[in-house]
């Protein structure tokens, strides 16, 4: 004898489906854009910076406050081929988020 399925248990609580990128870029000086966090404090900064001969560095910028700014030196970097990554952890959610840009 066959039996109903059971109901579905209660939704697993998620993010909201959007959430707009906290940072600003000023690319006035291509090999030192500077970051700006627009929005709400966020902890455990990462910025990943690559080139297609470079497999990259890590920088670790920890908690950013609102309103911070922070610059990155690319100097020794061919900007035309840098891709940055920003990687943060909302205090918020405690969900990990990434976004990526080219200068």
Do not use: K
Request: net charge neutral.
């Amino acid at each position: 004898m066959t039996r109903a399925p059971d109901p579905p248990g209660p939704r697993p609580l998620r993010p909201d489906p959007s959430y707009p990128v906290p940072w600003t870029v000023d690319r006035r000086d291509r090999t030192h854009p500077v970051l700006t966090n627009g929005g709400d404090r966020i902890d455990f900064v990462r910025v990943f910076a690559r080139t297609s001969r470079d497999p990259g560095r890590t920088r670790l910028w920890g908690r950013v406050r609102a309103g911070e700014q922070l610059e990155i030196c690319l100097c020794d970097t061919d900007v035309d081929d840098a891709v940055i990554t920003l990687a943060w952890f909302r205090p918020d959610d405690g969900l990990e988020y990434i976004w990526r840009f080219v200068v």
